[in-house]
């Protein structure tokens, strides 16, 4: 991810290409030319210009992206009148300007992201045709990769490092215990580094993912800023009284997903004779639920929280 153009996205994918294994890059793609590929052979997929890819109303392409996180994943087509399973399971590495939501969460929690910035110093420019350093480094590699190469599939992983950030480092800090205990403990810093990096937009994100079951729950279409922050407070287990959670703090949070606090009215009442208050509408939400809040929220989850919210 980069925060403009000219950071060196482009570049990484180019380099990546003369390193991985049986390189797909691309600048743009649909889910049948990955799983149509993957059907006939592993590949690594290189998909440069994702902030292009419209993730957010392709819905196909997004589950093919999030099912091959993990060894398994695949998709039915039914070819001549017939199922047909694809697998969708990949390495993969994307490159996106981070406009405002170029990637759907799910698969930035999928992800390991790196941010990038454009570099001050003068740079020799990467030449496609002079790699014969890298040739010598996807040699190396390939001597590495042998048939009788055995990793520790469990490694001992830092302390706190759980769920999704857990399993995307799980096999790189395998690959670095490969190489002795120095390189192992450098991958366990640079995971804890990287999750220390992505702690802030995570909480965002559960904000989101909290600010849903409450509106839905207590099925409204707007909530004042006291309001909602109260009904923050009182949800079991999620934190928010002990940060603590203010109106204001609410208002800092939501600010880069285009959530901005506005005047409400109380729903039915003629606004002559009541009072407006800074709030939100749910419809402000929306999109933001649907770019970053996963769908697969458990049915014991969803109902302690509306009952609690009920009898509140």
Not at 284 to 309: G, H, M, N, T
């Amino acid at each position: 991810m980069s925060p403009a153009p000219d950071c060196g996205k482009t570049t990484a994918m180019s380099i990546l290409e003369k390193l991985v294994a049986r390189p797909e890059k691309s600048d743009n793609t649909t889910a049948a030319a990955i799983y149509w590929l993957l059907d006939q052979g592993s590949r690594t997929f290189l998909l440069d210009e994702m902030d292009n890819a419209e993730l957010l109303h392709n819905g196909t392409l997004r589950s093919v992206l999030n099912s091959g996180h993990r060894r398994g994943g695949t998709i039915r087509r039914f070819i001549g009148g017939r199922p047909k399973r694809f697998p969708t399971f990949a390495p993969m590495a994307l490159a996106a300007i981070n406009t405002h939501q170029p990637l759907p969460w799910p698969i930035l929690s999928r992800s390991i992201r790196i941010n990038m910035q454009r570099s001050r110093k003068p740079l020799r420019r990467f030449d496609s045709n002079d790699t014969e350093d890298l040739d010598i480094v996807r040699g190396q590699v390939w001597l590495w990769a042998r048939p009788d190469l055995k990793l520790n599939l469990d490694p001992e992983m830092p302390t706190g490092l759980r769920t999704r950030p857990r399993d995307n480092w799980l096999p790189l800090v395998s690959i670095a215990d490969s190489f002795g205990p120095a390189w192992g403990q450098l991958a366990r810093e640079a995971a804890v580094a990287f999750a220390h990096a992505r702690r802030e937009e995570d909480e965002a994100v559960l904000l989101l993912e909290d600010t849903r079951e409450i509106f839905t729950a207590l099925n409204v279409d707007r909530l004042s800023s006291k309001t909602l922050v109260e009904h923050l407070h009182a949800l079991t287990d999620a934190g928010w009284s002990e940060l603590p959670l203010t109106p204001a703090k609410l208002a800092k949070m939501l600010a880069p997903f285009g959530i901005k606090p506005k005047a409400i009215w109380p729903k039915g009442l003629n606004r002559h004779r009541s009072r407006s208050s800074k709030g939100y509408h749910r419809d402000q939400f929306e999109p933001a639920w649907a770019a970053y809040c996963q769908d697969d929220v458990s049915p014991a989850q969803k109902s302690s929280k509306i009952r609690y919210l009920r009898s509140a």
